[in-house]
Nanobody, 115 residues
């Protein structure tokens, strides 16, 4: 079992940057893939980025070249760096970890991109 807590969301102007953090309540060394999802107003939840235990990454096309997922196992924290933010990036962002067939989610952090 693990608890996940996201932070770093907020209001930012188009073109701005944010870095989201996801703190895990236990060691991440034994965790495999992890990721970030988002849910925009009126839309379904969408997988944004994945990172494996070896550091391989994958992104949804709409954020490629703008977002960077990373993890620091020593700090039990996963990150999502977001640059050149667009209004369509407005959403609640959730971190996700599957462990032994069970999906664990944080409560989310709101990112609002608006002028």
């Amino acid at each position: 079992q693990v608890q996940l807590v996201e932070s770093g969301g907020g209001l930012v102007q188009p073109g701005g940057s944010l870095r989201l953090s996801c703190a895990a309540s236990r060691s991440m060394y034994s965790m495999g893939r992890m990721g970030w999802y988002r849910r925009a107003p009126g839309k379904q939840r969408e997988l944004v980025a994945l990172i494996t235990s070896s550091g391989d990454t994958n992104y949804v096309d709409s954020v490629k070249g703008r977002f960077t997922i990373s993890r620091d196992n020593a700090k039990n924290t996963m990150y999502l760096g977001m640059n050149n933010l667009k209004p369509e990036d407005t959403a609640v962002y959730y971190c996700w970890v599957p462990i032994s067939g069970i999906d664990y989610w944080g409560k989310g952090t709101l990112v609002t991109v608006s002028s």
